[in-house]
């Protein structure tokens, strides 16, 4: 997605290549994104003539699968990246074959075993919090892994589908998926509720946390503070998190 925007926006300003651009998250192959946010640095005389018919332009040049949906100046200090408070997520799955939907296959995981959602909002309410996630991370040089999970928790919004909410202050490569796996194992019985909560406790990679797979995890929604807020949000932000003292209590 990013590169497709950046080569359409070269092509609308008539520069080779096109601007850099700086989005609020990046996704595994195979994730979906419709609450995506970015920005891009162009002269302002380009921009004055592109203005008003920015949107259809891109739209023209972009292939079906990507649309922007709005696209306007953003006051000095924001940063599409480092400037917002939160990303939301969102995780589908049918664990009923009755209700499996062959329209939705392209975001919607078919699970084979049903699911008991109480059991999965128990092992989920163990990982919110601020806490070291690297026992669900692929670790990335000179990364941090501490994260703060806002809120994770699944609900039927129709029969036979379950869906996970799951808001962050930023995430970890692999991390909604490495937990959604672990959850789903708690979910069929194969784990119990407090198996996610030792597992994160641990802080190493464990093998036996499944990824589940990406076509079912999309990004909603990116949060932002007022105009006012975000120079501050994004020096926040940028601040390298320490890592957590083995042994101390999260």
Not at 115 to 134: S, T, V
Not at 200 to 228: F, I, Q, T
Request: net charge neutral; charged share 25%.
């Amino acid at each position: 997605m990013q590169q497709a925007v950046e080569d359409a926006l070269g092509r609308m300003l008539g520069q080779d290549p096109g601007p850099a651009l700086t989005v609020a998250g990046r996704t595994d192959a195979g994730v979906h994104a419709r609450g995506q946010v970015a920005h891009a640095d162009v002269p302002l005389a380009a921009w004055d003539r592109m203005a008003l018919a920015a949107l259809r332009r891109l739209a023209g040049l972009l292939a079906p699968d990507v649309r922007v949906r709005a696209i306007a100046p953003v006051p000095p200090g924001f940063d599409a990246r480092f400037s917002a408070l939160s990303r939301r997520y969102s995780y589908r799955v049918c664990d009923d074959p009755a209700a499996l939907d062959p329209l939705r296959r392209t975001d919607t995981l078919w699970y084979p075993r049903s699911l008991d959602l109480d059991k999965m909002n128990e092992a989920a309410r163990g990982c919110l919090g601020e806490h070291d996630f690297a026992a669900f991370c692929r670790r990335r040089e000179a990364a941090t892994t501490v994260r703060a999970l806002l809120d994770l928790h699944w609900e039927r919004p129709e029969p036979g589908i379950a869906q996970a909410r799951v808001v962050a202050d930023a995430f970890c490569h692999n991390m909604v998926r490495a937990l959604a796996g672990a959850l789903l194992a708690v979910g069929d019985g194969s784990r119990p509720p407090a198996w996610p909560a030792e597992v994160l406790a641990a802080r190493v990679r464990d093998s036996a946390v499944r990824v589940a797979p990406p076509h079912p995890l999309c990004l909603e929604e990116v949060r932002y503070p007022d105009a006012d807020g975000l120079a501050a949000r994004a020096l926040l932000t940028r601040r390298l998190r320490p890592e957590l003292p083995p042994g101390d209590p999260l």
